[in-house]
């Protein structure tokens, strides 16, 4: 568990540096989101690898919400094929853009 402990550690490092250099674009080109939009982060088919979803698994192993996870999708109309709509606190900051 340790190591997937410093796995997810070093997955949100390359986050972070991801988003300081979105951040750092984005303010450079003066491309700015709509305030408070969240359609980016509403977007139901973005696609993930099993190690980018590392630190949110181990969220939710940590908060006791991998049961509940697991009975949503096992009482999903098409089990393996649509996904649930669980509202969890994702691990990532969203970071507001400057205006």
Same mark, same amino acid.
Not at 63 to 86: D, K, W
């Given at each position: 568990?340790?190591?997937?402990?410093?796995?997810?550690?070093?997955?949100?490092?390359?986050?972070?540096? $991801?988003?300081?250099? @979105?951040?750092?674009?984005?303010?450079?080109?003066?491309?700015?989101?709509?305030?408070?939009?969240?359609?980016?982060?509403?977007?139901?088919?973005?696609?993930?690898?099993?190690?980018?979803?590392?630190? @949110?698994? $181990?969220? $939710?192993?940590?908060?006791?919400?991998?049961?509940? $996870?697991?009975?949503?999708?096992?009482?999903?109309?098409?089990?393996?094929?649509?996904?649930?709509?669980?509202?969890?606190?994702?691990?990532?900051?969203?970071?507001?853009?400057?205006?």
């Amino acid at each position: 568990m340790n190591r997937l402990r410093e796995l997810s550690s070093q997955v949100m490092d390359v986050y972070q540096s $991801l988003s300081q250099e @979105f951040s750092a674009f984005q303010s450079s080109q003066s491309l700015n989101c709509v305030e408070k939009c969240g359609a980016c982060c509403n977007k139901p088919d973005i696609e993930v690898s099993p190690l980018e979803m590392l630190p @949110f698994a $181990l969220q $939710l192993n940590n908060r006791g919400a991998v049961l509940i $996870l697991c009975r949503s999708i096992s009482m999903a109309p098409n089990p393996g094929v649509q996904s649930p709509h669980v509202t969890l606190k994702s691990p990532w900051p969203i970071q507001q853009s400057p205006h």
